[in-house]
């Protein structure tokens, strides 16, 4: 028989899932929490492969899957990847022990856009592999990335882009963020080889932006001139600078100009 669980574990874990599922909660506490649990439950065997306690295998499946979640949060990437390392276990070899887990895909899925936006394709498909077929051609938490996928390997970048929309679950909408960002870096980078300028609203839909301003600013982080009269982009050095021209500059300059044609005139 089993050992059972001790009472100060399932109390700890019980705090944990209080504070998590609270929209109000603290994440540094469950920080916290999710610490003690580990010790917790290396020391009584819960994360050894060899254990028979399904009871505690179950609890210490569903913390990790929060502390999966936990990592989403806060946006530590190294952390959900440690997590998802530490469910594999649980996935594979206590499968049949186990009762399935309602997480799993989900989790599996947000790995697979992990991967993606790391551009780690070969460990993308070796991922893909260790997938149920039935589940890869009909899970939306899997679909969703495997779409994803032949959508950059097409170059259809405005798939990929819209694909935001359509996440399966909200903690999605981190890797696919990171993942919108890479392109529209590598969407800046062509750009800058192919083209001497452009006006700014085609820079805006090239670049996804919605707004000419928010080209605008993307293009000064990236060294790019604004020139607020043509409302073009400029790419390279040029004249070296890099921020609007002055208002009072800009009608100094005309009345000059006026001026001198009327001269010639």
Request: include cysteine; charged fraction near 25%.
């Amino acid at each position: 028989m089993a050992n059972p669980i001790p009472d100060p574990l399932v109390q700890t874990y019980q705090a944990l899932r209080q504070e998590f599922e609270n929209p109000n909660g603290n994440a540094d506490r469950c920080r916290e929490y999710l610490i003690q649990l580990k010790i917790g439950l290396a020391e009584n065997g819960l994360l050894d492969a060899n254990s028979s306690n399904t009871e505690g295998l179950a609890l210490a499946r569903d913390v990790l899957e929060i502390g999966a979640y936990w990592s989403i949060r806060v946006g530590d990437i190294k952390s959900f990847e440690r997590y998802i390392q530490l469910l594999q276990p649980y996935y594979t070899n206590f499968a049949a022990q186990l009762p399935a887990s309602p997480r799993m895909y989900p989790l599996i899925g947000l790995n697979l856009l992990r991967l993606l936006s790391q551009s780690r394709i070969a460990d993308f498909h070796a991922a893909l592999e260790t997938i149920d077929l039935d589940e890869l051609r009909s899970n939306p938490f899997i679909q969703h990335p495997l779409q994803l996928e032949q959508a950059l390997m097409e170059g259809s970048y405005k798939r990929v882009w819209n694909s935001r929309a359509e996440v399966p679950a909200p903690e999605y909408t981190f890797f696919m963020d990171i993942l919108t960002s890479t392109i529209r870096n590598e969407i800046a980078s062509c750009s800058e080889k192919a083209y001497t300028s452009l006006p700014l609203a085609d820079a805006a839909t090239l670049l996804f932006f919605s707004r000419p301003d928010d080209v605008a600013q993307f293009a000064r982080e990236r060294g790019w001139r604004v020139n607020p009269i043509d409302r073009k982009i400029y790419f390279g050095d040029a004249d070296g600078t890099d921020q609007d021209l002055p208002v009072d500059t800009i009608v100094s300059q005309s009345l000059n100009y006026a001026r001198e044609l009327e001269k010639i005139v």
